[in-house]
């Protein structure tokens, strides 16, 4: 689990799932709003460490009813992976993971993504590059970033009223597999795992 912020030096006791804490902004008593989402995660391997793993979730619908955010994986959804190895090897995949629910989920308004399940997801398409390449220690580099498909960006802030800064992702890689750039309110931080 990781602290809302990830901020420098919070620690974790692994990387198979990454959680934070956000907000809707402009909440009222009465109403469902649906915004059609996509995500990027990146975990990279903080120097000398060259692990990467990015992962582009290409459609997510996220609800917001009353206060209390929710999220949809659509049915056509695809998975979009990107992993280097310590070794240096490296591999991408383009996945479907249909209607799966188990990789990204909002409880009390907290974000998480499960990237156990993202590497199970995958485990028998790829080579060696992605092998223990998150079940080691190291210290982590993590950004996150809300991009919209159609409509208006999910207003969001932090647990604490923190507002997100605008960011974007930073995989080419994922891009030439398909994966549209994607540019909104994200976070970027540090986590250890001992």
Request: charged content about 10%; hydrophobic content about 40%; aromatic content about 6%.
């Amino acid at each position: 689990m990781l602290a809302a912020a990830f901020g420098t030096g919070s620690t974790a006791t692994s990387t198979n799932t990454i959680s934070f804490r956000m907000v809707p902004v402009g909440t009222t008593n009465s109403s469902t709003t649906t915004y059609n989402a996509k995500l990027f995660f990146r975990i990279k391997g903080v120097s000398p460490d060259t692990r990467i793993l990015d992962i582009g979730i290409a459609a997510v619908n996220i609800t917001n009813t009353n206060g209390v955010l929710n999220v949809t994986v659509p049915s056509q959804t695809r998975l979009y992976i990107y992993g280097s190895g310590s070794n240096g090897s490296t591999a991408i995949l383009s996945t479907a993971i249909g209607a799966d629910q188990s990789v990204i989920g909002i409880t009390s308004n907290t974000f998480t993504l499960n990237v156990a399940s993202v590497m199970n997801s995958i485990s028998s398409n790829v080579n060696g590059s992605f092998a223990n390449l998150m079940s080691k220690s190291g210290t982590f580099d993590v950004t996150f970033v809300l991009g919209t498909v159609t409509g208006s960006a999910v207003p969001l802030t932090l647990a604490d009223g923190t507002q997100l800064s605008t960011l974007t992702d930073s995989d080419a890689t994922l891009r030439s597999s398909g994966f549209t750039a994607i540019s909104g309110p994200g976070l970027a931080g540090r986590i250890k795992v001992p």
